[in-house]
């Protein structure tokens, strides 16, 4: 069964400091794996995708790393900011015809202090 | 463009009442999906559409039905509302290539008393 599995289930950190989410996946056959930034009161907003020969993605303060030989990935957060927090949802893809393929982890809800 | 929207933003029924979530995109896109978010257990799929006329089941089908007669459209019906349906509910949408994003709207908060 393709399961995603996401660690911390939250996190609270200060402003200006480093943080790194993780993803563990058992998605077969894998596509793409994808994070997404969910503010409270908000739809999921895409950060970044990654395919199985992509190891290392940015996207301004966010940078998400991939393992296809382990199926790990991480979101690495730097000098964090209050409007950083948020859920933040990994999507991991199968490799499918169907419509459907998209498996969702929990999230990690973050939560930036001053 | 307006991307992905949802009418209404938020609903109150009783049991056993019906209703019918709107959701528009106007991205051209050929799959459209409508999930449900419960505290602690992140977004579920209720049913699919990967084009005008046809629909599918998702995760949690039950309870839900749809349809999609128009591309641009996808609508999420509620025959008999039930207590266990509340929830907020996201539609999205995307193009056909799997690799491409999936984008979501603002989302429906639905309560069933």
């Known amino acids: 069964k393709n399961q995603v599995e996401q660690s911390p289930q939250s996190l609270i950190i200060l402003e200006g400091k480093n943080c790194t989410l993780q993803?563990?996946?058992?998605?077969?056959?894998?596509?793409?794996l994808r994070w997404y930034k969910q503010d409270t009161g908000r739809g999921p907003v895409s950060l970044t995708i990654?395919?199985?020969?992509?190891n290392t993605k940015s996207n301004g303060r966010y940078t998400a790393t991939l393992d296809a030989d382990t199926k790990q990935s991480s979101l690495h957060i730097t000098a964090s900011q209050l409007s950083d927090s948020a859920s933040y949802i990994c999507?991991?893809?199968?490799?499918?015809?169907?419509?459907?393929?998209?498996?969702f982890g929990k999230g990690t809800s973050l939560l930036v202090t001053p | 463009n307006a991307g992905v929207t949802q009418t209404p933003k938020f609903r109150v029924l009783k049991t056993g009442q019906s209703m019918t979530l709107l959701c528009a995109q106007d991205?051209?896109?050929?799959?459209m999906y409508w999930y449900r978010q419960d505290p602690g257990m992140g977004l579920r799929l209720i049913h699919y559409?990967?084009?005008?006329?046809?629909?599918a089941k998702g995760e949690v089908p039950d309870g839900y039905n749809v349809s999609r007669l128009k591309k641009q459209n996808f609508l999420l019906g509620l025959e008999s509302a039930a207590p266990s349906q509340t929830s907020v509910y996201f539609c999205?949408?995307?193009?056909?290539?799997?690799?491409?994003?999936?984008?979501f709207g603002p989302g429906t908060r639905l309560t069933v008393l």
């Open positions: 999205a949408s995307r193009r056909r290539t799997i690799s491409d994003t999936q984008y």
């Open positions: 993803c563990n996946y058992t998605v077969s056959p894998f596509s793409n």
């Open positions: 999507v991991v893809s199968a490799s499918k015809n169907s419509g459907y393929a998209l498996n």
């Open positions: 559409s990967v084009g005008e006329g046809t629909t």
């Open positions: 991205m051209n896109h050929e799959y």
């Open positions: 990654m395919t199985f020969s992509e």
